[in-house]
């Protein structure tokens, strides 16, 4: 069993920016993080491999979002910029199993959830 824990939520002003983090106890596959804004479901927004190496993105967040995560370790981390009213909303570390994901999962990709954390973005 993979515990997630997730901090780093807020409030700013659109264009400002803030950093999640999402650290799993226990040894976790790809690690994704997952937007959720008010009324609608999760969509998944970023994605990266265990090792670092791969990381990919919804389009929506391109150019503006980087997920990071040091090879070997179970803590990722995602640099929001530039970020929009829309961005607002819940965000949800998720993880999965499997070592490998070849491109931006689906929620049910995901094996274990966080609780979330609220992002809050005014125009």
């Known amino acids: 069993q993979v515990q997630l824990t997730e901090s780093g939520g807020g409030s700013v002003q659109g264009g400002g920016s803030l950093r999640l983090s999402c650290t799993a106890s226990?040894?976790?596959?790809?690690i994704g993080w997952f937007h959720q804004a008010p009324g609608k479901g999760r969509e998944a927004v970023a994605e990266?491999?265990?090792?670092?190496?791969?990381?990919y993105y919804a389009d929506s967040v391109k150019g503006r979002f980087t997920i990071s995560r040091l090879n070997g370790e179970d803590t990722v981390h995602l640099l929001m910029n530039n970020l929009k009213p829309s961005d607002s909303g819940a965000y949800y570390c998720?993880?999965?199993?499997?070592?490998?994901?070849?491109?931006?999962?689906?929620?049910?990709?995901?094996?274990?959830w966080g609780q979330g954390t609220q992002v809050i973005v005014s125009s």
């Open positions: 990266v491999t265990p090792g670092g190496r791969l990381t």
């Open positions: 998720a993880a999965r199993r499997s070592l490998i994901c070849l491109g931006l999962g689906d929620w049910a990709d995901f094996d274990y």
């Open positions: 226990g040894s976790a596959g790809c």
